[in-house]
Every structure is written in structure tokens, then in C-alpha cells.
């Protein structure tokens, strides 16, 4: 998944530059992760393909995962803070589905993740990075359904419904990436989570 760049919009010429050679670089170099590879990609390459200097790339970029990685925890502290201002009346998964909806879906890019699917699907790399990036997603998403309930830190109940959520969530953006993004992403998430609702209500009557 990958998010849109939340910046503030840009003042003044140089600040306009700037900002449109950031995401010239992010659209070159996740155009090249999927074409061929992110292990196989060289910033010299992303450099050549934008016509700048490797320097210059450094200057906007710390490293090559950052062009993937980047603004992926942007949306996370308002995330967390309106799962804890949801409804008390309102349970935790749907309290999770709600903010999910609210905040993460209107701010993701559909074009870039799609790019940035493709390349983590063929690099260990950054599945390893974004499994790192989802424990931290968890561990918030935990916290704040905890807090809702008045808690002070995050207890079984609170890190099944966080982890059984991102689940869900995780589920939807790969089945409307694999469809090429075509669909209304809340419609497909919200589908998702209607399933496991179906199911959850099957599996009560089985047992």
C-alpha cells in the first residue's frame, strides 16, 4: 500500500520545484521497481531515468526503500486518534473499520500501490520492511482500541481485533490491486469485512 504525500501545498517557486522533482523521483523509481526488480534497480538508474544526479536523489530520498517506504506512517496518529474517539457504544472492529475508512482509504494512492505491490511481490526486502512497517500499524491500532476502553496499555482482546482488522484490510487492498484498482476501494474493504462477519456468525452456530 502506499499512501499519497500529505504535504502541505508548495509556496513559492523553488518550494513548487521541489516538490515536483520528489515525486517525479518516486514515480521513476517505483515505475522501475516494477518494471524489473527493486533488488535490481540502482538509485543510478532511478538518478538517470529523472535526468539528476545520484546526489541529488540523496537529497530528496535517505536510501532507495525510503521511495517505497516513505509517508507510510503519516496517517498513523489520526488513525489512532479517531478509533479512540469512535462511539463507545460501538465495538472494536468496527470501530477499526470505521477509521480505517475515514482516514487510510481516501489517503492512498492507487497508481503507487500498485507499483509498490509489484515490487515488494518479488523482493524479500521489502516484504521484510513492510512486515516491520505492519507490526508498527498493530501495535497502534492495539493501543488505541485499549484506550477506548479505558485501558492503559493493550490486552489480548484489543491485539486479536487489531490483528484480525489489518487482516481484513490487508486482504481488500490485494484483492482490489489485483483487479487493477478499478473498484471503489471503501465498497471492497467494507465487503471484506461483512465476510468475516458472515463467517464469524456461521462459526457461532457450529459450535
Not at 516538490?19 to 538517470?48: C, P
Not at 477499526?96 to 526486502?125: C, E, F, Y
Amino acid at each position: 500500500m502506499k499512501f499519497r504525500r500529505d504535504d502541505a501545498p508548495a509556496n513559492g517557486l523553488r518550494s513548487r520545484k521541489k516538490a515536483k522533482t520528489r515525486l517525479t523521483i518516486e514515480e521513476a523509481a517505483l515505475a522501475l521497481f516494477a518494471e524489473q526488480g527493486y533488488e535490481a534497480t540502482t538509485v543510478e538508474q532511478i538518478a538517470e531515468r529523472v535526468d539528476i544526479s545520484t546526489t541529488t536523489f540523496f537529497r530528496y530520498f535517505p536510501s532507495k526503500s525510503d521511495v517505497v517506504l516513505c509517508q507510510q506512517g503519516a496517517q498513523l496518529p489520526l488513525l489512532r486518534q479517531t478509533i479512540i474517539d469512535r462511539p463507545a457504544g460501538e465495538n472494536d472492529l468496527l470501530a477499526a473499520q470505521h477509521a480505517i475508512l475515514a482516514i487510510w482509504v481516501p489517503a492512498i494512492d492507487p497508481v503507487h500501490t500498485k507499483r509498490a505491490g509489484m515490487a515488494a511481490a518479488n523482493s524479500a526486502v521489502l516484504r521484510g520492511l513492510y512486515n516491520d512497517i505492519n507490526r508498527s500499524w498493530l501495535n497502534a491500532i492495539a493501543e488505541a482500541l485499549a484506550e477506548r476502553r479505558g485501558l492503559a496499555e493493550a490486552d489480548e482482546q484489543s491485539k486479536i481485533t487489531a490483528r484480525v482488522a489489518l487482516g481484513v484490510f490487508t486482504d481488500a487492498i490485494g484483492s482490489w490491486v489485483s483487479k487493477d484498482c478499478r473498484d471503489d476501494l471503501s465498497t471492497v474493504i467494507s465487503q471484506h469485512f461483512d465476510t468475516l462477519r458472515r463467517l464469524s456468525g456461521d462459526w457461532a452456530q457450529t459450535n
